[in-house]
């Protein structure tokens, strides 16, 4: 079972970038923007699009999101780069037969998992992600959660909604230890968000950060400050567990009756990764007993149906998957894909390539 997401500097190779004219000069390759339309003039306003024109040669329309229309298919003809984000079809091997001179995929978002095929591999293309940008709004919204958490913020204000009989902190504070100072964190796989939220906790007078991740380097965790350890123990000893596993057939439920059984009374567990790495049927049946919080983002099926207790719990915090890159935030996204673009342009090797092989174990 894979949790993490590899290093980009893990040895493995990635296709020649074109180089550039002599003299120095970066050339300016043909480019695409290949998203839905509303993620096009979120992440590309004016100073990006002023950007982009700089660096390649762009054409009309220069952005689409169905590759198979004429408008769309004449461009492809020239295109060296596609520049891609939310939205974006498959690129098969019908798309990549219309875009003789396509060298580099450039994906202005996280995962390429639903963007990429094995024609894309099969052609030697160069892709690139901005997974590494979209982690920072997920590891920034998880802290918040955890401190949230640490002093039951949420349920508080649930009941805060619901309460007028002089219901007051007086009463609630003998129930569970409200602190965010010498807490025990678990975090679930030493991906590029839990490297992250493993990093911010420093903030926290934590009495220890424990990471479950059967790949990760022992030395690089504890370097990180924290604890490789197995996922009962990191159940059994955390006050929060934050998952920030990658959905695979290895992790699917990987949380399920038998582990939330190990976690302590109390406890909170914060999923801002996939909902498919939880059994939803056990986890409703935990915290509908009062026994353990939840904080979650995602869920599996997204969006709960109507009849799910987790709506209704005051113990149980539900947000619809906004921990990711949003509004401004997203201008991370498509600048880190104009750097690989720039990248690109002078010759100089990919900052965040993807390979075949991650796709094995990346979300």
């Known amino acids: 079972m894979h949790l993490t997401d590899p290093s980009d500097q893990d040895g ?12 120095g000069e970066p050339r300016r390759p043909h480019a695409l923007l290949v998203m839905d339309p509303g993620t096009f003039a979120l992440l590309f306003p004016g100073p990006q699009q002023a950007r982009l024109q700089r660096l390649a040669r762009v054409g009309s329309p220069l952005c689409v999101q169905d590759l198979a229309t004429p408008e769309a298919r004449e461009r492809l003809a020239d295109v060296e780069v596609l520049v891609t984000s ?12 219309a875009a003789p001179h396509l ?13 990429v095929t094995d024609a894309v591999w099969d052609r030697g293309l160069l892709v690139t992600s901005a997974a590494e940008e979209n982690a920072r709004p997920v590891a920034e919204f998880t802290l918040a959660a955890i401190v949230l958490a640490g ?4 349920w508080f204000a649930a009941t805060a909604r619901t309460r007028r009989d002089g219901w007051s902190f007086g009463q609630q504070v003998g129930h569970r230890e409200l602190t965010n100072r010498g807490r025990t964190i678990g975090v679930v796989g030493f991906s ?4 992250r939220v493993v990093e911010l906790l420093r903030v926290l007078e934590n009495d220890a950060v424990l990471v479950v991740d059967p790949v990760a380097d022992p030395a690089e965790v504890a370097a990180a400050g924290a604890e490789l350890v197995d ?3 990191l159940l059994r000893r955390s006050d929060v ?5 990658p959905s695979l057939p290895a992790t699917y439920r990987m949380i399920g009756a038998a582990e939330l059984a190990l976690l302590r009374d109390g406890a909170t567990l914060v999923n801002t990764a996939r909902g498919a790495l939880v059994d939803t049927a056990a986890l409703e049946a935990e915290c509908a007993s009062g026994r353990i919080d939840a904080v979650l983002d995602v869920t599996d099926p997204e969006p709960l ?8 719990l005051p113990n149980v915090m539900l947000t619809p998957h906004v921990a990711g890159s949003l509004g401004s935030e997203t201008r991370r996204m498509s600048d880190a894909a104009l750097d690989e673009l720039e990248r690109y342009a002078l010759g100089l090797a990919p900052l965040a390539p993807v390979t075949r092989a991650h796709l094995e174990v990346i979300a």
Not at 192 to 195: A, E, P, T
Not at 241 to 245: G, I, N, W, Y
Request: charged share 20%; glycine share 10%; proline share 10%.
């Open 151 to 154: 002093k039951r913020a949420p």
């Open 86 to 97: 939310w939205g974006a079809p498959a690129l098969t091997a019908e798309v990549l037969d």
């Open 231 to 233: 996922l009962p123990e």
């Open 241 to 245: 567990v934050s998952l920030h596993a």
């Open 12 to 23: 493995t190779s990635v296709p020649a970038v074109a180089t550039a004219a002599d003299g």
């Open 103 to 115: 060298r580099a995929v450039l994906h202005a978002a996280g995962s390429v998992r639903g963007l």
């Open 305 to 312: 149906p109507p009849g799910s207790v987790l709506h209704d």
């Open 192 to 195: 590029r968000i839990g490297r």
